[in-house]
């Protein structure tokens, strides 16, 4: 494959290291890999970390994770993260909550970009170099250098005339 879209996908699975094991080894070399998830440093990250506490389940997922948590993880398998964001900085995801809290979502795409509620990263998998296998050629070139060697002919023009 070249291209796997993983949209909250890394929060329902029971093991995630093997979910991206299995991404990077159905990829090509060049392919990508695109992620979003809930991020676990947001609000929505403490939200979620007070459900072990007895507060009501906010978003359903066994597990959240943070941005560099997830890089660490990208660049084990040998993807390269060349892109990502990040969006919602409020509490709450209600229309009603919207409107009052604009001036969060603003305030956070400047000042914390990084405590985004979501975000969603774009990966490209990294090909090993190429191993040349058979017969070996060798041929032998000849170039004007410390240890070149010229005719008697040609060798005046490049060391000057001794007159």
Known sequence: LDLVLL???LEMAEDPHA????V???LIPGGRVVLSGFNLTSLWGIRFHLQKFGAKVFLPGKQFMSVFQLKDWLSLLSFHVDR???G???WSFSPESHKESSWL???GD????????IFALSATKEALGAKLVGKAITKKFNFLGAGARLEE??????EGKKE
Do not use: I, N
């Open 88 to 90: 919602r900085y409020s």
């Open 24 to 26: 990077s080894r159905v």
């Open 84 to 86: 990502g964001t990040f």
């Open 19 to 22: 979910l991206l094991r299995e």
């Open 153 to 158: 002919g040609s060798r005046s023009q490049f």
């Open 7 to 9: 949209p909250h996908a």
């Open 110 to 117: 400047r000042w914390w970009p990084q405590c985004g509620a």
């Open 105 to 107: 979502e603003k305030a």
